[in-house]
Antibody, heavy 121, light 106 residues
Framework: EVQLVESGGGLVKPGGSLRLSCAASGFTFSGFSMNWVRQAPGKGLEWVSL????????YYGDSVKGRFTISRDNAKNSVFLQMNNLRVEETGVYYCARSRGVGAYRDFDSWGQGTLVTVSS | DIQMTQSPATLSASVGDRVTISCRASQSISNRLAWYQQKSGKAPKVLIYKASSLEVGVPSRFSGSGSGTEFTLTISNLQPDDFATYYCQQYDSYWTFGQGTKVEIK
C-alpha cells in the first residue's frame, strides 16, 4: 500500500523559513516524480512544486520561485520542501502527492494527509 | 499559464440524482485532465484521469468526458458518500486546478 506521511509544519513568522518532509513507503520511490500541493484555509488547491524521480529536474509555481526549493533523498524514500521568506498568505495545509507512472506530465494518484503551515506574527 | 474554470461553484442535489460538473480550460489540453474528490479535512482523492479513465476502486457511477477545452464529470445516482468538493486539474502544461465545486445536500 502506498503511504505518504508529511511532517515539519508549524507556526513561523513572516519572512521566516520552514522545511517540510514527506516519507514514502509501499512503492519504488525513485521511479516516481513527487509533488507538493497546498491549500489555504477554505480555499482551493494550488500546485507548488515537482521533482523528478532521479531528482534531475524540478518545477515550481510562479508564486514560490526563488523562495522554495524541492529536493529528495531516494536512499531514505523522502522528499523535502525548503520554504524561505514565508508570507502570511502561504498559510495552509501542504500535501505531498505522487505523480502517476513515468513521464513528465501526469495526474497525482496518491496523497499524504497534509501538514499545516501557519505564517503569522 | 493555463487557467481552469469550473461550474457551478456550488451544486445542491438529492440522493439518487444525476449531477454534472463542468470544467473549461483556457487553451486545449487534449485529454490531460483529472478529477479529484475532497471531503472536509481530508486529502484529495483522484477519481478520473486522462479525462475519462476511472481510477481503480472508484465506483462506476463516476464518469468523465471531454477533450480539448471542455470537460465534464458526471455522478449518476448520487450517494450520501458523494457529498464533497470536486476539483478538475490540467496536466498538459505544468499543473493547474479549477476552483472547485461543492456538492451539497438539497
Amino acid at each position: 500500500e502506498v503511504q505518504l506521511v508529511e511532517s515539519g509544519g508549524g507556526l513561523v513568522k513572516p519572512g521566516g523559513s520552514l522545511r517540510l518532509s514527506c516519507a514514502a513507503s509501499g512503492f519504488t520511490f525513485s521511479g516516481f516524480s513527487m509533488n507538493w500541493v497546498r491549500q489555504a484555509p477554505g480555499k482551493g488547491l494550488e500546485w507548488v512544486s515537482l521533482i523528478s524521480g532521479g531528482g534531475d529536474f524540478m518545477y515550481y509555481g510562479d508564486s514560490v520561485k526563488g523562495r522554495f526549493t524541492i529536493s529528495r533523498d531516494n536512499a531514505k524514500n523522502s522528499v523535502f520542501l525548503q520554504m524561505n521568506n514565508l508570507r502570511v498568505e502561504e498559510t495552509g495545509v501542504y500535501y505531498c502527492a505522487r505523480s502517476r507512472g513515468v513521464g513528465a506530465y501526469r495526474d497525482f494518484d496518491s496523497w499524504g494527509q497534509g501538514t499545516l503551515v501557519t505564517v503569522s506574527s | 499559464d493555463i487557467q481552469m474554470t469550473q461550474s457551478p461553484a456550488t451544486l445542491s442535489a438529492s440522493v439518487g440524482d444525476r449531477v454534472t460538473i463542468s470544467c473549461r480550460a483556457s487553451q486545449s489540453i487534449s485529454n490531460r485532465l483529472a478529477w479529484y474528490q475532497q471531503k472536509s479535512g481530508k486529502a484529495p482523492k483522484v477519481l478520473i484521469y486522462k479525462a475519462s479513465s476511472l481510477e481503480v476502486g472508484v465506483p462506476s457511477r463516476f464518469s468523465g468526458s471531454g477533450s480539448g477545452t471542455e470537460f465534464t464529470l458526471t455522478i449518476s445516482n448520487l450517494q450520501p458518500d458523494d457529498f464533497a468538493t470536486y476539483y478538475c486539474q490540467q496536466y498538459d502544461s505544468y499543473w493547474t486546478f479549477g476552483q472547485g465545486t461543492k456538492v451539497e445536500i438539497k
